[in-house]
T-cell receptor, first 114, second 117 residues
C-alpha cells in the first residue's frame, strides 16, 4: 500500500509571495502522483499530475510540482500567489501497477492574505 | 470532457430515514466508481469501490448494510445511506475512472452534503 504525508496543515502567505506545499509519499512500488484543489463546499479539481516523463509538471494557473524519487516527494510550488488560490490542497498517490485506489494526504489549507 | 455529477448537492433528512445519492459520469463510461467520505477539515476517506454489474468492495470499518452501493450501469452508481443517524452527516464525494483511457486518473464529482437531524 501507499501513504501520503502533507506536513503543513495550514499555510498562510501574503499575496504575490511564493509558496511551497509539501508532500511526501511512501510506497514499495512505482507510483503516480497528483495534486487536487478543493474550494469550500465543492469537490476536488485536478491541479496537476505526474505519470511519467519530465519530473517537473505544471498547471495552467501557475502551479508546478516536481517529482523527486530519491526524496519520495512531490512538493507543490507557485512563485506568486493570488487571493483566488485560497483553498484546500490535497496530494494523492496511486500505484502504477493497475490498482485503482487513491491514497490522499490530510490536506493543506492555503490562505492568501491581502 | 470527463465530467462527473452528483445529485443532490445537499440534503437534509431526519434520523432513521434513508437517503440516496447518485453519481453519474456524463461523457464517459466508468466500470469503476469510488465513494469517499470527508469530515470537516479532514481528508477524503475511501468508503468503497463500486464496480458495474458486481458487488461493491468496502473498506475496512465501513458497514456495507448501512451504505448500500449499486452500480447499475456504466454511467451511474448510487450510494444509499440507510437508517441515517446524525453521525452520518458528512460530505460524500464520488469519483469515476474512464474505462476508455489507459491512464489512472479519477474524475471527482462536486460532492453531496448530507445533514441528518
Amino acid at each position: 500500500a501507499q501513504s501520503v504525508t502533507q506536513l503543513d496543515s495550514q499555510v498562510p502567505v501574503f499575496e504575490e509571495a511564493p509558496v511551497e506545499l509539501r508532500c511526501n509519499y511512501s510506497s514499495s512500488v512505482s507510483v503516480y502522483l497528483f495534486w487536487y484543489v478543493q474550494y469550500p463546499n465543492q469537490g476536488l479539481q485536478l491541479l496537476l499530475k505526474y505519470l511519467s516523463g519530465s519530473t517537473l509538471v505544471e498547471s495552467i494557473n501557475g502551479f508546478e510540482a516536481e517529482f523527486n524519487k530519491s526524496q519520495t516527494s512531490f512538493h507543490l510550488r507557485k512563485p506568486s500567489v493570488h487571493i483566488s488560490d485560497t483553498a484546500e490542497y490535497f496530494c494523492a498517490v496511486t500505484s502504477n501497477l493497475g490498482g485503482n485506489q487513491f491514497y490522499f494526504g490530510t490536506g493543506t489549507s492555503l490562505t492568501v492574505i491581502p | 470532457g470527463a465530467v462527473v455529477s452528483q445529485h443532490p448537492s445537499w440534503v437534509i433528512c431526519k434520523s432513521g430515514t434513508s437517503v440516496k445519492i447518485e453519481c453519474r459520469s456524463l461523457d464517459f463510461q466508468a466500470t469503476t466508481m469510488f465513494w469517499y467520505r470527508q469530515f470537516p477539515k479532514q481528508s477524503l476517506m475511501l468508503m468503497a469501490t463500486s464496480n458495474e454489474g458486481s458487488k461493491a468492495t468496502y473498506e475496512q470499518g465501513v458497514e456495507k448494510d448501512k451504505f448500500l452501493i449499486n452500480h447499475a450501469s456504466l454511467t451511474l452508481s448510487t450510494l444509499t445511506v440507510t437508517s441515517a443517524h446524525p453521525e452520518d452527516s458528512s460530505f460524500y464525494i464520488c469519483s469515476a475512472r474512464d474505462q476508455g483511457l489507459a491512464g489512472v486518473e479519477q474524475y471527482f464529482g462536486p460532492g453531496t452534503r448530507l445533514t441528518v437531524t
